[in-house]
Nanobody
């Protein structure tokens, strides 16, 4: 499985961005995650979901503002980010794994596949 993340950019606080993660290969039973890393900070789980449905996870800092979704036809998972804040700035990575439980979905070390990252910068 290869992942290609895109959609990052520079946006003003309060604005929106949609990140995309295109997957090659069959990911129907995979768990898809979005992580971010800000300068000087540890990688943080932002959102995750099982591709086939059943559960989603959102970090406390993004609940109510970010939404993870998928397009089966395009084999792509999205992260819709609304009401962006300067503290949302960082490099965003998508990740995939074939068999994670929801309880493990926030641990980046559990994911087998990673995209290359896309920069999101939110100006105040």
């Amino acid at each position: 499985v290869q992942l290609q993340a895109s959609g990052g950019g520079l946006v003003q606080a309060g604005g929106s961005l949609t990140l995309s993660c295109a997957a090659s290969g069959r990911v129907i039973n995979y768990v898809m995650g979005w992580f971010r890393q800000a300068p000087g900070k540890e990688r943080e789980a932002v959102a995750a979901a099982r591709w086939s449905g059943g559960w989603t996870y959102y970090g406390d800092s993004v609940k109510g503002r970010f939404t993870i979704s998928r397009d089966n036809a395009k084999n792509t998972v999205y992260l819709q980010m609304n009401k962006l804040k300067p503290e949302d700035t960082g490099i965003y990575y998508c990740a995939a794994d074939p068999g994670l439980l929801r309880s493990m979905a926030t641990d980046g070390k559990q994911y087998d596949y990673w995209g290359q990252g896309t920069q999101v910068t939110v100006s105040s």
